[in-house]
């Protein structure tokens, strides 16, 4: 069975400390994401990676930024957290075929406090 | 500004009954147009898509319309079960760009 794993399912941080949200998929697909989910906003963009290093900005990369070193695993990294990145934090994968709906399969979230 | 919009928050259905969910579009490069389903405390699974090239897909009790002119599409869930009471995500996406997503619609089947 395809997976996508999110290390931790929940975390308590206190404001100012660097948080790592560490992500593994097993399919050998090429692109990572990653999406924050918030009540009445939907499910927002923050990083995208397309390939092993490469990086790529979402709709709200501000307070984030991705490490991508190996093909299977791809974090996101909070370097000082604040209270307003309290929040699920759910990362997908999907291959990069030419054709298809290139579908993205999730991870089952990791909800994050910053207190 | 938003791309896709869906504009019901929630939507109650009696169980065997219809469920109709709704998406509307601006960006007319998006190609394919996927639905999700999320279930509290878990990610998102996949439940159908479609091709910009296609008026309809169906998929057991679960079929997707795309209406290009009117830049909507719809879900529709025949018939309701009380298991199918999740959060319902409509997604889109520009060839060589990731999906972006709606805000999404809260569906109650009552038995």
């Not at chain 1, 309290?86 to 990791?110: D, I, K, P, Q």
């Not at chain 2, 998102?44 to 290009?68: A, C, M, Q, W, Y």
């Not at chain 2, 009380?82 to 997604?91: I, L």
Request: proline share 3%; hydrophobic share 35%.
């Amino acid at each position: 069975d395809v997976k996508v794993t999110q290390s931790s399912r929940y975390l308590v941080k206190r404001t100012g400390e660097k948080v790592f949200l560490e992500c593994v998929q097993d399919m050998d697909h090429e692109n990572m994401f990653w999406y924050r989910q918030d009540p009445g906003l939907g499910l927002r963009l923050i990083y995208f990676s397309y390939d092993v290093k490469m990086k790529e900005k979402g709709d709200i990369p501000e307070g984030y930024s991705v490490s991508r070193e190996k093909k299977e695993r791809f974090s996101l990294i909070l370097e000082s957290a604040s209270t307003n990145q309290t929040s699920m934090y759910l990362c997908a994968s999907s291959y990069s075929g030419r054709t298809g709906a290139n579908v993205l399969t999730f991870g089952a979230g990791s909800r994050l406090t910053v207190l | 500004d938003q791309q896709v919009k869906q504009n019901s928050p929630s939507l109650s259905v009696q169980e065997g009954r219809i469920s109709i969910l709704n998406c509307d579009y601006t960006n007319s490069m998006f190609d394919y147009f996927l639905w999700y389903k999320k279930y509290p405390a878990e990610g998102p699974t996949f439940l159908i898509s479609i091709s910009s090239i296609k008026d309809k897909n169906e998929d057991g009790r679960f079929t997707v319309f795309l209406n290009k002119s009117a830049k909507h599409l719809s879900l529709h869930i025949v018939p309701s079960q009380p298991g199918d009471s999740a959060v319902y995500f409509c997604a889109a996406r520009e060839a060589g760009t990731a999906l972006i997503f709606g805000k999404g619609t809260t569906l109650s089947v009552s038995s």
